[in-house]
């Protein structure tokens, strides 16, 4: 018996990465899978962007499972095709019984640089796409008097992160979301938390903008983010997570076991929330 026995879940950024470890934690659990990413690149964010090869390897990946799988290529920007999706994965499944809000990017500025272009793209994405990834399921959710809504936010949610303020406000931004659509859709049994990862290893932290950050400086390492990794929890042997640790996270919320948890912040961080930190720069 899965967690998950008998569930449709949709995920947002599915194709790779972190979506990728929640299509497959959830197919293993026992759930169906539809899934949502783009293969069209992003304006500001420098790393690889997802291809149709990636969106077609989560499919392999469930499939292996023994569980039905819909890949369709939307944005989460476009509420058109998010509506679309979601009715296709209806149709074909039946029932849409937890949403995933994954899709997200990242990306680098200090405050007083940082474009116009650069906030937007942010918030468009990791904020308002949240929004209308809800907005989607929530009427179908609604009709069937259940349903349950993990959004991931991030440990930078609940503080602060220096040059990276629209991706903070972002996450800021979604727990609140959460907070606000747990109390209204409760009574309709419909329950909302977050999960909020610490240092995750996939494409959207191990690239180049992901080594000098951690290094401090221009032309960092893959060393240098492994070794930044190593300081910022507390349990033994901690460092950049696996995916999956995630994607445990999310299936626990979505399950039975939880059936009684919403309108909550999960950190999955290795303590680091925890540590009460030093000012390594002080003046």
């Not at 990465?17 to 949502?36: C, N």
């Not at 998010?82 to 680098?108: H, K, P, R, S, Y």
């Not at 070794?227 to 994607?247: C, D, H, N």
Request: aromatic share 6%; charged share 15%; glycine share 12%.
């Amino acid at each position: 018996m899965g967690l998950l026995d008998g569930k449709v879940v949709f995920i947002t950024g599915g194709g790779r990465g972190q979506g990728r470890a929640h299509a497959v934690v959830s197919a293993k659990e026992g759930a169906d899978i539809v899934f949502i990413d783009t293969t069209e690149p992003f304006a500001t964010v420098p790393y690889a962007h997802t291809t149709a090869e990636d969106m077609a390897e989560t499919v392999s990946q469930v499939e292996a499972l023994d569980r039905r799988v819909l890949s369709i290529e939307a944005d989460v920007r476009d509420q058109g095709a998010l509506d679309a999706a979601v009715a296709e994965g209806i149709a074909q499944f039946g029932q849409i019984d937890c949403l995933i809000g994954n899709a997200g990017i990242w990306t680098l500025g200090p405050v007083a640089e940082m474009t116009r272009e650069q906030w937007q793209e942010m918030i468009d994405i990791n904020l308002t796409g949240v929004w209308q990834s809800v907005k989607a399921v929530v009427p179908h959710m609604v009709e069937r008097q259940q349903g349950s809504i993990v959004l991931t936010s991030s440990v930078n949610g609940l503080e602060g992160g220096p040059f990276f303020s629209h991706y903070t406000a972002a996450k800021f931004g979604v727990v609140g979301l959460m907070k606000a659509i747990a109390v209204e859709l409760g009574p309709q049994g419909i329950r909302a938390n977050t999960v909020n990862p610490g240092t995750i290893l996939t494409g959207m932290t191990n690239n180049q903008q992901g080594y000098d950050m951690m290094a401090g400086h221009p032309g960092g390492t893959y060393d240098d983010l492994m070794a930044a990794g190593r300081t910022y929890g507390i349990l033994k042997g901690s460092g950049f997570m696996q995916p999956e640790v995630i994607a445990n996270a999310a299936a626990f919320l979505n399950s039975e076991m939880a059936s009684n948890i919403t309108g909550v912040s999960l950190p999955v961080d290795s303590g680091h929330l925890a540590m009460a930190g030093i000012n390594m720069d002080p003046k």
